[in-house]
């Protein structure tokens, strides 16, 4: 991590693209406590961002596609950021992408519907 000195005072971290987040480490944490909800709540009523939760059942081999798909998709979206960097902080917007995929995982709300009365 790199202070990139502005002026006034003012800085910007620079991170590596290939950042991430520890698996259960306090910042993850922090995302998920704090920010999560915070995300989910404001982003369809503030710019209209696409929310939507898609549940099915996938084979493994299918699993793993949907993962590289969306790897790519992130890849992506840091490379549009990265190209963007080169633009005015007045001319651009903050934007956040959040995207979760789980494997093996029903809502427990789905799974009542599927007991059988005794």
């Not at 404001?42 to 929310?51: E, G, I, L, T, V």
């Not at 005015?88 to 995929?101: A, C, G, R």
């Amino acid at each position: 991590m790199i202070k990139h000195i502005l002026p006034a005072n003012r800085y910007r971290l620079k991170l590596s693209r290939h950042f991430s987040l520890q698996a259960n480490g306090p910042i993850q944490s922090f995302f998920v406590n704090k920010l999560l909800f915070e995300f989910i709540k404001h982003s369809p009523a503030r710019d209209r961002a696409p929310f939507q939760l898609a549940w099915g059942m996938l084979s493994k081999e299918s699993a793993r596609e949907l993962h590289n798909k969306i790897q790519r998709l992130i890849d992506e979206y840091l490379q549009i950021a990265e190209h963007d960097r080169r633009i005015p902080v007045e001319d651009k917007l903050t934007s956040s992408l959040f995207i979760m995929f789980h494997e093996d995982m029903e809502p427990e709300l789905f799974k009542k519907q599927w007991k059988t009365p005794d």
